[in-house]
């Protein structure tokens, strides 16, 4: 199996910033892409930026300038810088790693996993 760590949301006043990582463990044989998504209340989940192995970073509109993921592919784990931190970015943040992953003798995957979710408030 494979678990999702999410660690450093928070309180923060407007135009602050903060730093979520998010960590995988388990029967991992490869990760071939780790993301952020957040859900505010009354909200769909929305994706916030992804990254795959080795390549370009993608982001949602909103956040273009403002955040900024990267990844360490030796400790399988997924970063999101924040700053410049809006009220409108109060929500809980997710994460997400797309695995492939160890069953006995067989890889299998890859398969979607999620972090328990990191609350982030935003205060005007």
């Known amino acids: 199996q494979v678990q999702l760590v999410e660690s450093g949301g928070g309180l923060v006043q407007s135009g602050g910033s903060l730093r979520l990582s998010c960590a995988a463990s388990?029967?991992?044989?490869?990760?071939?892409?780790m993301g952020w998504y957040r859900q505010a209340p009354g909200k769909q989940r929305e994706l916030v930026a992804t990254i795959r192995s080795g390549g370009i970073p993608n982001y949602v509109d909103s956040v273009k300038g403002r955040f900024t993921i990267s990844r360490d592919g030796a400790k399988n784990t997924v970063y999101l810088q924040m700053n410049s931190l809006k009220p409108e970015d109060t929500a809980v943040y997710y994460c997400?790693?797309?695995?492939?992953?160890?069953?006995?003798?067989?890889?299998?995957?890859?398969?979607?996993?999620w972090g328990q979710g990191t609350q982030v408030t935003v205060s005007s």
């Open positions: 388990g029967s991992i044989f490869s990760i071939t892409a």
């Open positions: 997400n790693a797309d695995v492939i992953y160890y069953s006995g003798s067989y890889y299998r995957g890859p398969q979607g996993y």
